[in-house]
């Protein structure tokens, strides 16, 4: 033992320990010292100066006995340096320094939390992360970025590998995000009950994103990104436990748990897309589809809104035990609905697949086409896609071909690129 105190390690298994606290509880040690420091983007600032100090220490001295509340401690620490350093001494300072209580220095002591967790207050501090990293006057890819970043811990590097940008891009939509943070004066709080609701939808939105663009990659070489998925179902599973009176909460868990379930046979084995009819549903996961099951069922007792239908279509896949068993009449009446509460072309266009399946690509046909008559969709290649599906069972075989080329052409997953590609290669000439 190190110090009497702690686990002696080599270099890499304390930078691996680290890695591991951070993304369990960085969401609770920002949030923490947001609240301690009243400035959101200076809590974020000396987190990640305490990441880095850890990154050091822990490998050269041996992990400490709470390493959550060694980080937050040194957060405080480097908070205290960042107002003695631009004078901001005063009432505040004096503050931070009774609060810190007893403990040494950052660097070579053991910083001891000055006060118990508190779970309640813990959770408080972690909704109040979320609905600042959300807040509606950043743009949507800035909430992205600062959810990834603060809530979920993910590093500037990893959220540009999952969104197939650069590094730098990252960093500057964080920096901007909080700079606006700051000139606007957010303040770290939870909102009052009658801003949470249209709130919570900026919050809700931005996890849905992550998760679909983990599910189903819009490019790159691999069709489902596990990683980015598994972080915005985790985010979800918080949320619903931060605010378990909301429906939609609940329905959005509903919505990605009945999703992921469906990850294990979404692939082959040379990592290429199975189509949901060839799907083997015996490598579909139960435990999630349970999972989403209890969630809906729990959303469902509050109120259904978008998420939450979308979940039950999601559902009636998960329970059918074949495709030919799919409840597709019941799916046309979930996508109606859904298109009353949320309408938009991509809802649209689902119903068109689900109303070819249970009334004939004849009747769905004509959706489709009004779809393209509006512009709807354009540069996407879902449309040209689901009506080449469309044509080919039709037998309109010479038709479905020119559909599959435009897809082909503007599809920029490799993976789904060449599903497309081999579609098009079996139809009869």
């Known amino acids: 033992m190190a110090r009497g105190h702690r686990a002696a390690v080599s270099g890499a298994a304390g930078r691996a320990a680290v890695a591991a606290v951070w993304r369990i509880e960085s969401a609770r040690i920002v949030g923490a010292l947001a609240r301690y420091t009243g400035e959101f983007a200076l809590a974020e600032d000396v ?19 709470d390493p959550a509340g060694w980080l937050l401690t040194a957060g405080k620490r480097r908070a205290i340096d960042a107002f003695r350093r631009s004078a901001a001494l005063g009432d505040r300072y004096a503050a931070f320094a009774r609060a810190l209580g007893e403990g040494g220095a950052a660097t070579g002591g053991e910083p001891v939390p000055p006060e118990p967790w508190d779970p309640e ?15 509606p006057m950043l743009a949507a890819e800035a909430r992205i970025a600062l959810t990834l970043r603060v809530v979920g811990g993910l590093t500037s590097d990893e959220i540009a590998a999952a969104f197939l940008v650069p590094t730098a891009t990252v960093q500057a939509r964080i920096t901007r ?15 009052a009950p009658e801003e949470r609701r249209e709130r919570l939808g900026s919050v809700l939105g931005v996890l849905y994103v ?38 939609e909460p609940h329905g959005l868990l509903a919505l990605l748990e009945l999703t992921a379930a469906r990850f294990p046979a979404r692939t082959g084995a040379d990592g290429e897309p199975v189509l949901l009819a060839e799907q083997d549903r015996r490598r579909w996961d139960r435990d999630g589809i349970r999972r989403g099951r209890a969630a809906l069922a729990r959303g469902a007792a ?8 979308q979940a039950a279509i ?27 509460i949320a309408p938009s072309p991509v809802v649209r266009l689902n119903r068109a697949v689900a109303v070819s399946m249970a009334r004939g690509p004849a009747v769905a046909l004509p959706l489709v086409d009004a779809l393209i008559a509006e512009g709807a969709l354009g540069g996407s290649h879902l449309v ?18 020119v559909e599959f080329a435009t897809a082909i052409a503007l599809c920029r997953n490799e993976k789904e690129r060449g599903v497309l590609e ?8």
Not at 52 to 65: F, H, I, K, M, S
């Open 422 to 429: 081999r579609r098009a290669a079996e139809l009869p000439q």
């Open 177 to 191: 995000a909080k700079k606006t943070l700051a000139a606007a004066r957010v303040p770290f709080e939870v909102p």
């Open 47 to 65: 987190a990640q100066e305490a990441l880095a100090e850890a990154l050091v220490a822990w490998p050269r001295d041996g992990v400490p006995r």
């Open 210 to 247: 992550i998760f679909t663009e983990g599910s189903s990659a819009s490019s790159g070489a691999t069709q489902i990104r596990l990683d980015l998925a598994a972080e915005a179902l985790r985010l979800a599973r918080v949320l619903a436990r931060l605010v378990p009176d909301h429906a």
């Open 302 to 309: 509050i109120g259904l809104g978008a998420y939450g239908v």
């Open 314 to 340: 999601a559902e009636c896949h998960a329970v059918a035990a074949t495709f030919g068993e799919t409840d597709w009449e019941r799916i046309v009446v979930l996508y109606e609905a859904l298109g009353r």
């Open 121 to 135: 207050r813990i959770d408080d501090d972690v909704l109040a992360l979320m609905f600042v990293a959300c807040h």
């Open 384 to 401: 040209p896609n689901v009506r080449g599906e469309l044509l080919a069972r039709l037998g309109r075989n010479a038709e479905a071909r």
